[in-house]
């Protein structure tokens, strides 16, 4: 039980492996939007609540006030006024934007204007999120705010091709669902292998980077999750390997995340990948090629030049922003250390769960007692559930909180490098005003020489260096405008991820810990019995 694994998927309608477009509608379903003065965690019960003494000391409702407060001179309403609203307002104003949310496909997208949303009953399905199939919509500060992505990837069917260390390899089944128009149809289906999805992450590189726009960064290459893959003896072995699953989970999320982007959405690097049935072979993302080692050249290349070249910042946001980015960084990072090490956490306590379980059972059966060796035989299958409940909880924490953490990091380090364009542009600018000062320098050697031979190219020359100023100049400032852009877009869909992160943890530690509630109620007339 140690083992992580993703959350079930139905081949295609229920895949739950990014949580960030689908968690929405979970929320929705349970009439979230419409609760007036309820807890945002409503569908979860109250620990012990079926057991709760008459004698109670809890909180009187509404309804059981004496008579005597409605002749008191402020009038009962104004109790329900001040009550009704607290603790709902703001998180599902959170809940229901519609920045980097999802719908139904079946369903209409939702407009600002559309925001509330009639309660409906949800399906009661034991250890899972329950997650629709989403639907993708616009940033809320997007550039063409009446403009609806509506498309929705999912990756899932992961599945071995070939045999053999050299000629195997995991492909997997990518759908596609749209209404876009440069889409030819509305479904696609394609099998791709990792090497495809690198290859589209080169070309995007290549196009979108060096004019400032931010692509999401691909999933990173496991040579030693690769290898087990490639040595295992079946299809079914190598499906149930560990690493499947957080790959498969990885290139769907980084899949929906490059079709929210404006710019890429229209790339037809990004429309041949979802719809073409075959694609070339990828060759130069291999770590031995040609193109691997100019990448390895770049790498080195770009960290040289951070500590070389100082850029004499004029813009006060930019340097705000770099310096927010960086402590961002390092918060992240902590963050993500926690979460690692509570997932490890729930994992261990799971084992030792199922080794208390075992015990217990072992002592039951050995147990001459009729009475005690029912209760042990009863607290072994309860410490059983246990250990289900905290697997479950590990796998949760880390397909919905940890990666999602992972995959921000990545995105920051994609930030950097951005700024780092910008600073080379800078550079490129100033280098071409000192080519102009300096010919003007030599201009002014030649007229005081008085050889005017030479003065009419010297002239000529100026002219056109000056135009190169007046170029580099232009795509400086424009470059500068198109990172505003992006890390102002990346800044308002990360805030609402990670609030939509957090009110998902909670949500499932609140289920856990119901259920954990129910399952000791349950073992209590065994207890009794022997007490």
């Not at 009439?31 to 609540?49: K, M, P």
């Not at 927010?324 to 769960?353: G, P, Y």
């Amino acid at each position: 039980m140690s083992d992580t694994k993703g959350p079930p998927v139905d081949d295609y309608k229920e895949d739950t492996s990014d949580f960030m477009l689908n968690e929405e509608d979970d929320f929705k379903q349970k009439g979230l939007e419409e609760v007036n003065g309820a807890d945002i965690f409503s569908d979860v019960q109250g620990f012990g609540d079926a057991e709760e003494p008459s004698g109670s000391s809890s909180a009187p409702k509404i309804d059981e006030e004496p008579a005597e407060v409605v002749n008191v001179e402020e009038p009962a309403p104004v109790l329900v006024e001040k009550s009704a609203p607290v603790l709902v307002e703001k998180p599902f104003e959170i809940s229901s934007s519609p920045v980097l949310m999802e719908e139904s496909i079946s369903s209409p997208p939702i407009k600002h204007e559309e925001m509330e949303v009639k309660p409906k009953v949800l399906q009661e399905i034991p250890q899972e999120v329950v997650e629709p199939v989403p639907k993708m919509k616009p940033a809320a500060a997007s550039v063409e705010p009446d403009e609806v992505y509506d498309i929705v990837i999912h990756v899932s069917d992961p599945h071995k091709v070939g045999d053999g260390m050299m000629n195997s390899y995991m492909a997997y089944k990518v759908r596609t669902k749209t209404s876009l128009s440069q889409f030819k149809g509305s479904e696609t289906k394609v099998d791709r292998r990792f090497s495809d999805f690198l290859g589209l992450h080169e070309k995007l590189m290549a196009k979108h980077r060096h004019v400032g726009q931010i692509v999401p960064p691909a999933p990173e290459k496991n040579v030693v999750g690769m290898t087990l893959v490639k040595i295992s003896k079946s299809e079914e072995e190598a499906t149930s390997i560990d690493f499947v699953e957080k790959r498969r989970a990885a290139l769907e999320r980084y899949m929906n995340r490059l079709a929210r982007h404006s710019p890429i959405i229209h790339d037809q690097n990004l429309i041949d990948f979802l719809e073409q049935p075959t694609l070339p072979q990828s060759t130069n993302t291999r770590a031995l090629s040609g193109a691997g080692v100019m990448r390895f050249v770049k790498n080195m290349e770009g960290t040289f030049n951070k500590m070389t070249i100082k850029m004499i910042e004029e813009d006060s946001w930019f340097e705000e922003k770099q310096q927010q980015i960086e402590s961002l960084e390092v918060q992240l990072k902590k963050l993500h250390h926690a979460f690692e090490s509570l997932v490890q956490h729930r994992k261990d306590l799971a084992n030792n769960t199922a080794h208390f379980a075992k015990s217990a059972a072992s002592l039951g059966n050995a147990e001459e007692h009729t009475s005690l060796s029912r209760a042990l035989a009863q607290l072994s299958d309860s410490f059983e559930k246990l250990e289900n409940q905290h697997s479950e909880q590990a796998n949760k924490d880390f397909f919905y909180s940890s990666e999602i953490i992972g995959d921000y990091l990545r995105i920051i380090e994609e930030i950097k490098q951005i700024f780092m364009v910008r600073v080379k542009a800078w550079q490129t600018w100033k280098q071409a005003e000192q080519a102009v000062q300096r010919k003007r320098e030599a201009e002014m050697k030649v007229q005081a020489s008085g050889r005017t031979d030479k003065l009419s190219q010297i002239k000529a020359e100026i002219n056109d260096l000056g135009e190169r100023v007046e170029l580099a100049k232009k795509d400086f400032e424009k470059l500068s405008a198109t990172i505003r852009k992006e890390v102002g877009q990346f800044e308002k869909d990360r805030i609402v991820d990670f609030q939509k992160l957090v009110l998902v943890f909670l949500k499932n530690m609140m289920k856990s810990q119901e259920q954990s509630m129910k399952n000791w109620e349950a073992f209590l007339p065994e207890a009794k019995a022997i007490a």
